[in-house]
Structure formats: structure tokens, C-alpha cells
């Protein structure tokens, strides 16, 4: 039986918000087994998101409530894309000062030490906002789009990653036995990390992101000179938020207009840039939700759990207003103000970008 240590923290609350990812429930794990084990402490769980505060929405969390969860995919929690500071659906004002305050009455009247965010840039920022409300809060950043600011990784990326990989594989043998291009578009919102380590893991020809805006003629280029040199198939990773360079001249309401006329998807907008480019035969695939479903990878298991440890020794020290952080191969923590309002983009001159091209791979514009 180890013995109880103490803890600043008695109470805390615990929520997973901004789009789900393997591992949450792994990092859920984490601070709940070491906090009420090694701390003794007190856990509320709270339903989807800042959505389960604003209704009060909350149950205790035993000992059996996160056992056996490790490898399973999702939230026991529920998660919801409710941002308490933003007017959504016409929203007053006034709208927007209830819900802060009564995430501010439920954090009170349940008397929490402090609350535990698992989430993304938005849900880190929201919880940064709160904090300079005077609510202590702990950040544990996750989603598969590795887009926040201030850890060199979240979890649910690699087991993204794995996913996307798969799907590439899986795609060679089409392409190559039907002699098509195959246009495959990935996740990870405004950012390309997903979409550039998937297509370099799965030997794509060409890889698309958002940080590189791409030329369809160079790229009907780069597919014609594969074809003449007996590559009869080739394979584009393109991530959701990839742009043309028309589409990077254009402003929000021109590319929502554009984007309204030639359809949402990226990969089936592709898809016709290249047939009428090359007159090659050229199919879609929107890998989608798969790139988020499912239970997490090993090394997902790893730093979820390690990040749930680390915001439990945060919690017994008192150490609030801060978000644990992968730095190298350090588990470490930063002010919870580092993501606020910021995406981590793949910079160009990343080691990832220079690793594609040396293998020959297309990255949208010479
Ligand atoms: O942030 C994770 C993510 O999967 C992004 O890659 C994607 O653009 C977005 O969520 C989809 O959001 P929703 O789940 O609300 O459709």
C-alpha cells in the first residue's frame, strides 16, 4: 500500500474538448490514477467540454470509472467544440457573459482547486482566458493535427499518423494496378505536419500542405515527367487546408464564394485540376474521421499517460496556469498563455520539408 502524499490540490475537475483523438482516454488515465493513488485527491468528471461547466453536467470519477480505459479510443468524457467566450448562433453579449459566468458559479459551487483541460489551441486558449478570469487551470495539449504552440508534440498525431499511413499503403496497390493518380487528403485543419510526415511514411509522390501554396501546372508538371519515366501511377497527399496559389491571392469571403462554386473538398477540387492539367486518370479519397477513430498507438500511449502524470505532480504542487509540454525528449510544462491564440505551423525550413525533397518527393512549387 503506498502511502498517501500531500497535495496542494484536494478537488479538481477534469474535461476533454475540441475535436476527439486516440490517447485521451489514456491521458485521462494518467491524472486520475496518480492523482487520487499517489494524492489522494478528488476528481469531478465533466461532460463534453466547457459545454459540461456551463450545465453543470458532472459526475465524481472513482477508481473504476478510468480503469481498463487505456486502449480505448474516444472520451469517457464526451467532448464538444463550445467556446464559452464566443458569440456562436447569434449570440449577444450578454450571451457570452453567461456562459463565462456560470462556468465561473459550477467551478465555485463545486469547489475546485482547479480544472484539467485536455484539448487543443482552442480549448488551451479557453482555458488560458479562464485563467485570467481567476480560475486555476491545467493544460494537456492534444489532437491529431500536432497545430499547438509550445510542445514539439501532442498525442493523437502518431496514431494519426499510423492511420494515414496505412491508407497510403493501401493506395499504391490500386493506383499502380489501374495506372491512376490518386489524390488521398488528410486532416489536420490549418496546419501540413500530418499531411507531411503521412506522405513521407507512405512514399507519396506528392505532398501538398497548407504552409506551401500549391502550382497545378508545376504539379502537372512533376506528374507528366513520372509518367514518361515509366511511373504509370503516382500517389498526392494533400492536406484539407492545402491551397492553390490563386486561393492563397484570395481573401475569406472570395475563397468562401470559390470554395462554395467547386466544392468543399480539397481532394475531389484537386482531382479535377489535375485531369484537366494532364488528361491523366485521376481519383479522390477523404480519409476523414478514420484519421481520429480508434484506440492509440504505443507511442501515443506513452506521452498521453506521461502527460497525464506530469499535470498530476502539477496539481499537487500548486503549480497552476500552465500546460505540460513535450520539449525533445523532456515532459516539461510552459505558461498556459503560449498556445492562446496561436497554430504551430510546419516552418520551411523543418528537417520533415528538406527529408521529402531529397526523397524526391513533389512539394507543390519549385
Ligand atoms: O482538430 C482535429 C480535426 O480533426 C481537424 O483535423 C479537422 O479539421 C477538424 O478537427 C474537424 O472538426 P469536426 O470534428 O468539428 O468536424
Same mark, same amino acid.
Given at each position: ?185 488528410? &486532416? ?21 500542405? *497548407? ?38 491571392? &484570395? ?12 466544392? *468543399? ?14 488528361? &491523366? ?65 510546419? *516552418?520551411?525550413?523543418?528537417? &520533415? ?14
Amino acid at each position: 500500500m503506498v502511502s498517501i502524499q500531500s497535495s496542494v490540490t484536494k478537488t479538481f475537475g477534469i474535461l476533454t474538448a475540441g475535436g476527439d483523438c486516440p490517447g485521451l482516454n489514456a491521458a485521462i488515465r494518467g491524472v486520475c490514477q496518480t492523482a487520487h493513488e499517489r494524492y489522494g485527491m478528488h476528481i469531478i468528471g465533466i461532460a463534453d467540454g466547457y459545454r459540461g461547466l456551463i450545465d453543470e453536467n458532472v459526475r465524481p470519477l472513482k477508481p473504476p470509472d478510468y480503469a481498463g480505459i487505456l486502449t480505448r479510443g474516444g472520451t469517457i468524457l464526451g467532448a464538444s467544440r463550445e467556446k464559452p467566450f464566443k458569440a456562436e448562433n447569434g449570440d449577444s453579449d450578454k450571451a457570452v457573459g453567461k456562459k463565462v459566468a456560470a462556468i465561473k458559479e459550477t467551478y465555485h459551487k463545486l469547489k475546485l482547486d482547479c480544472l484539467v483541460i485536455l484539448g487543443g489551441n482552442g480549448t488551451n486558449t479557453t482555458g488560458s482566458w479562464l485563467a485570467q478570469e481567476g480560475l486555476n487551470v491545467i493544460g494537456l495539449p492534444k489532437t491529431i493535427d500536432n497545430d499547438v504552440m509550445g510542445t514539439d508534440l501532442t498525442f493523437g498525431f502518431d496514431s494519426a499518423l499510423t492511420i494515414c499511413t496505412e491508407a497510403i499503403d493501401r493506395l499504391h496497390t490500386t493506383a499502380e494496378s489501374h495506372h491512376r493518380i490518386i489524390v488521398i487528403e488528410l &486532416m489536420g485543419h490549418k496546419v501540413g505536419w500530418l499531411a507531411l510526415y503521412a506522405g513521407v511514411a507512405g512514399g507519396s509522390d506528392v505532398i501538398l500542405i *497548407p504552409e506551401i501554396p500549391y502550382d497545378i501546372k508545376a504539379i502537372g508538371r512533376h506528374l507528366e515527367h513520372r509518367a514518361k519515366s515509366g511511373k504509370t501511377y503516382s500517389i498526392v497527399a494533400v492536406a484539407e487546408g492545402a491551397l492553390s496559389l490563386e486561393e492563397a491571392k &484570395m481573401d475569406k469571403h472570395e475563397r468562401k464564394k470559390y470554395r462554395a462554386e467547386n466544392g *468543399p473538398s480539397i481532394a475531389h477540387r484537386l482531382t479535377r485540376e489535375i485531369s484537366k492539367e494532364t488528361g &491523366m486518370d485521376t481519383r479522390p479519397t477523404v480519409l476523414g474521421y478514420m484519421q481520429r477513430g480508434g484506440g492509440p498507438s504505443a507511442f501515443d500511449r506513452v506521452l498521453a499517460t506521461s502527460f497525464g502524470v506530469a499535470a498530476a505532480e502539477l496539481l499537487a504542487k500548486g503549480k497552476y496556469g500552465r500546460m505540460v509540454a513535450l520539449n525533445g525528449n523532456e515532459i516539461g510544462s510552459v505558461d498556459l498563455s503560449v498556445p492562446e491564440s496561436k497554430v504551430k505551423t510546419v *516552418p520551411l525550413n523543418h528537417c &520533415m520539408i528538406d527529408t521529402a525533397i531529397a526523397m524526391g518527393i513533389f512539394l507543390g512549387s519549385k
